[in-house]
């Protein structure tokens, strides 16, 4: 069965990095894009960033230009997500998601990650 | 980049009750809309893609509709298991792929 299976929750200091891995199984790895999607307490879902597993192409949100990178790596099957220069702000679940718009030509988010609880506090 | 608002951004509603949700595009995205419910502590859950397309195993009582700016979840029979909260998202002009800013439904 599809899975996506993301890291443990992470505590980081303001300015310190954070990368977060979202491990695929259960499907094709190169046929999806992975997407990083997050939630702040009381807050919506926003969309950060996607990343293409076949030729590693990523397009980011405009709020996180700068301080986000997505990397893959296929051989594990793996996506990463690594958030730089951290603010009390960034505190939030971090959701990694399946998208088969590679294939089928149109987007939506199928399968999600568990979520990964980022703190961020000095 | 496209923005989306939902009304109302909370209800209350009883087991059994129809709800309706709505959604609206700045500008017209065709039907290139997904709902998604989403309960504290889960991840959130794929229930309409391309604006009326039941996503599989997602209960009937879903449906989606709507096309150019104007969008609508609609839950026919309220269940126990349907408090939660609602997005819709456009994929049209993306990134970013924007979702909307969320209906909370709640036990009356």
């Known amino acids: 069965q599809v899975q996506l299976v993301q890291s443990a929750a992470e505590v980081q200091k303001p300015g310190a990095s954070v990368k977060v891995s979202c491990k695929a199984s259960g499907y094709t790895f190169t046929n999806y894009y992975i997407h990083w999607v997050r939630q702040a307490p009381g807050q919506g879902l926003e969309w950060m960033a996607i990343?293409?597993?076949?030729?590693?192409?990523?397009r980011y949100a405009q709020n996180f230009q700068g301080r986000v990178t997505m990397t893959r790596d296929m051989s594990t099957s793996t996506v990463y997500m690594e958030l730089t220069n951290l603010r009390s702000d960034d505190t939030a679940v971090y959701y990694c998601?399946?998208?088969?718009?590679?294939?089928?030509?149109?987007?939506?988010?199928?399968?999600w990650g568990q979520g990964t609880l980022v703190s961020v506090s000095s | 980049d496209i923005q989306m608002t939902q009304s109302p951004s909370s209800l209350s509603a009883s087991v059994g009750d129809r709800v309706t949700i709505t959604c609206r595009a700045s500008?017209?995205?065709?039907?290139?809309v997904n709902w998604y419910q989403h309960k504290p502590g889960k991840a959130p859950k794929l229930l309409i893609h391309a604006a009326s397309y039941l996503q599989s195993g997602v209960p009937s009582r879903f449906s989606g509709s709507g096309s150019g700016t104007f969008f609508t979840l609609t839950i026919s029979s309220l269940q126990p298991e349907d408090f939660a909260t609602y997005y819709c998202q456009q994929t049209h002009t993306a990134p970013p792929y924007t979702f909307g800013p969320g209906t909370r439904v709640e036990i009356k």
């Open positions: 998601a399946r998208d088969p718009g590679y294939s089928y030509g149109y987007n939506y988010f199928d399968y």
């Open positions: 990343v293409n597993p076949t030729d590693s192409v990523t």
């Open positions: 500008q017209t995205i065709t039907s290139f």
